[in-house]
């Protein structure tokens, strides 16, 4: 089956690999023993305000670091807290890599959909430098990163605006995601998607997906 002309892929567990965890247990042994009981898992701290505020670019680095810091014990440093913040980044597969050139080379339009911040696109960015010898604002047409455009998944809003600015008809577009709710809301809009397993996007099956629409 033919995919559609513009291909449109989330970032973490889809085109690099993240361990959200990774960063909580970086943080636990740094928090308040208060905290520790509140802060235990990815989404005990998604679900703090400054978290969202931080993802939809209404404060910059600096600050959502100095929020983290009242939950650290005396005399955790701001380059700590980065450490531990940067914890979830893992690695991007060569063949990811390779699959989006062939793709763009193909004559596909590729373009990028992320609930992330300033601090992990710099960081992913470095990443793909060094690994592979490339950025990966190279590899897309396309680039809506949530702090940049003010709208994280699945808010209709953040799919409503890729519409807006790539010019492409919902129908056109497959969305390529690990989040089901990520998924189910791009349906909702009318695009075709693809849920893949967090870090298990295969690429010998890529091709043969099954298109999914609402």
């Known amino acids: 089956m033919q995919l559609p002309s513009y291909l449109l892929f989330d970032l973490g567990g889809v085109i690099i690999n993240i361990d959200f965890e990774r960063s909580m ?7 308040l023993p208060e905290y520790q009981p509140q ?7 998604a ?21 983290l810091k009242q939950y650290m ?12 913040w940067m914890a979830l980044l893992l690695d991007i597969p060569a063949g990811r890599v390779r699959l989006l050139q062939r793709l763009r080379t193909a004559g596909y ?17 470095a990443m793909f430098n060094r690994l592979h010898a ?10 809506f990163f949530s ?14 605006y890729v519409l807006d600015k790539s010019k492409a008809q919902a129908n056109d577009i497959l969305f390529i995601d690990d989040s089901a709710a990520n998924t189910e809301a791009a349906a909702q809009v009318g695009m075709h998607t693809y ?18 629409k609402s």
């Open 25 to 31: 247990q970086a943080f636990y042994p740094l928090l």
């Open 195 to 212: 849920l893949v397993p967090q870090n298990q996007l295969d690429i010998a099956k890529f091709s043969a997906y099954e298109i999914q």
């Open 134 to 143: 490339t950025s990966f604002y190279k590899l897309f047409d396309d680039l």
């Open 147 to 160: 702090y940049e455009i003010g709208y994280t998944k699945p808010d209709s809003r953040a799919f409503q």
């Open 39 to 45: 802060l235990q898992s990815w989404n005990d701290l």
């Open 73 to 84: 014990r005396p005399g955790v440093s701001i380059e700590e807290i980065e450490n531990a």
């Open 109 to 125: 339009r590729l373009m990028l959909l992320s609930n992330t911040n300033p601090a992990h696109i710099e960081r992913i960015e």
């Open 47 to 67: 679900q703090r305000p400054f978290f969202h505020d931080y993802e939809c670019g209404q404060i910059d680095t600096p600050t959502f670091y100095s929020h």
